[in-house]
Structure formats: C-alpha cells, structure tokens
Nanobody, 124 residues
C-alpha cells in the first residue's frame, strides 16, 4: 500500500504560479509511475501530467503543455508539479497518483494509489 500526500495548493491570481508536491507516507514510490490529475466541480477527473520512474521523461496533457512542469526527485522521494501562467480554468482539486503500469498511464483506472488532493484556485 502506497499512501500519497499532496501539498502546495492555494489561491493565486491569473498569470501566477504554484508548485505542488507529492510525497509518499511510510513507503517509497520509486517503483511506480507518478501522475497528476485534477477535478473541477461537476467535471470528471482529468489527466494533467506524468513522469517515468527514472524522472527523465515527462508527458503532459495538451491543456497544460508549456505551462506546467512535472519533475521527480528520487533522492527526496518527491514529485513536483510546477504550474506557471495559471488560468481560471486551472481551478480544481489536484491529485497525485501512483501506477504500476509499464507504459504511459493517462487514465484514472491505470493508477493504483491516490492522494487526498489539494485545492488550487485561480482568480481572474
């Protein structure tokens, strides 16, 4: 069982930046692909970004490409999501998740463990 804890959410004005962090509680997630998803009120949870176990190769949803950066520090056992040029439509609860999937995992059912989420609110 992998327990994930997100932090770093908050309220920011449009055009601003936030950095989210995801760390495991009690166990390393070095053998897992880590992804970020988000869910806005009344909408389905959607894929944002993911990164390989090595932390070398990221993959992004088109809606965040060029604005968000996912990174992984295996020494600190933390995955980050740097969010720049934020827009009001980025407002959502952001979740990190861990997957044992061997390919790119962009669907919620491909992930085995989920954090509780952190709220990101972007005001216009």
């Amino acid at each position: 069982q992998v327990q994930l804890v997100e932090s770093g959410g908050g309220l920011v004005q449009a055009g601003g930046s936030l950095r989210l962090s995801c760390a495991p509680s009690g166990r390393t997630f070095s053998g897992y692909l880590i992804g970020w998803f988000r869910q806005a009120p009344g909408k389905e949870r959607e894929f944002v970004a993911t990164i390989t176990r090595s932390g070398v190769t990221p993959y992004y949803a088109d809606s965040v490409k060029g604005r968000f950066t996912i990174s992984r520090d295996n020494a600190k056992i933390t995955v980050y999501l740097q969010m720049n040029s934020l827009k009001p439509e980025d407002t959502a609860v952001y979740y990190c998740a861990a997957s044992r999937f061997t390919g790119w995992a962009t669907k919620t059912y491909e992930y085995d463990y989920w954090g509780q989420g952190t709220q990101v609110t972007v005001s216009s």
